[in-house]
Each structure stands twice: as structure tokens, then as C-alpha cells.
């Protein structure tokens, strides 16, 4: 079974740091494309940023790019997100998302590609 199981997140203070993890099993990790999405309250989720660890391609929404950056360990399955200069804006529930599919970049972080989800993880951020 495809399982994601993302973690490490909490409270920070508007300017700190996280960094969020993604362990996946039960599939081949690098035919996949791995996303990360986030929901605020009474807001829909959005994409955050995506990988192709396959060949390393990478896409970030507009509101994180400078600040956020995905990697990925393919020896232990793991996408990571870097989350730097946190703002308050960016509180919000956090998954990691699997898509059977290497997406095309205009693709990456749009909801409806992506086949497997994992439980969420709170980020708060605090001005």
C-alpha cells in the first residue's frame, strides 16, 4: 500500500524555520512526482511546491519561491520542505501528495494530479 506520512510541524515565529519531511513507502519513489499543498482555514488547498526526484526538476507557487525549498533523499525515500522567513500567512495544514505520474511543470502543483495524500501537519506561524 502507498503510504505518506508527513511531519515536523508546529509553531514558529513570523522570520524562523521549519522543515517538513514526507516519508514514503510502498511504491517506487522516483517514478513518482511528490508534492506538498497546503490548506488555511476556509480556504482551499493550494500547492505549495512539487519534485520529480527522477530528475531532480522542481516547482514552487509564487507566494514561497526565495524562501521554501523541496529535496528529496531517494535512499531513504523522503521529500523534504525547507521552510525559511516563515510568515504568518503561511499557517496552514501541510500534506505531502504522490502522483503515479513524472508531471509535466505547468502541472506540478495542481491539486487534481496528484492519486495518494497523507495526513496533514499544522504549521502555525505566529506575527
Known amino acids: 500500500d502507498v503510504q505518506l506520512q508527513a511531519s515536523g510541524g508546529g509553531f514558529v515565529q513570523a522570520g524562523g524555520s521549519l522543515r517538513l519531511s514526507c516519508a514514503a513507502s510502498?511504491?517506487?519513489?522516483?517514478?513518482?512526482?511528490i508534492g506538498w499543498f497546503r490548506q488555511a482555514p476556509g480556504k482551499e488547498r493550494e500547492g505549495v511546491s512539487s519534485t520529480r526526484s527522477s530528475d531532480g526538476t522542481t516547482v514552487y507557487a509564487d507566494s514561497v519561491k526565495g524562501r521554501f525549498t523541496i529535496s528529496s533523499d531517494n535512499a531513504k525515500s523522503t521529500v523534504y520542505l525547507q521552510m525559511n522567513n516563515l510568515k504568518p500567512e503561511d499557517t496552514a495544514v501541510y500534506y505531502c501528495?504522490?502522483?503515479?505520474?513524472?508531471?509535466?511543470?505547468?502541472?506540478?502543483?495542481?491539486?487534481?494530479?496528484?492519486?495518494?495524500w497523507g495526513p496533514g501537519t499544522q504549521v502555525t506561524v505566529s506575527s
Open positions: 510502498g511504491f517506487t519513489f522516483e517514478d513518482y512526482t
Open positions: 501528495a504522490a502522483s503515479t505520474r513524472l508531471l509535466i511543470r505547468q502541472r506540478m502543483l495542481s491539486t487534481t494530479r496528484y492519486d495518494y
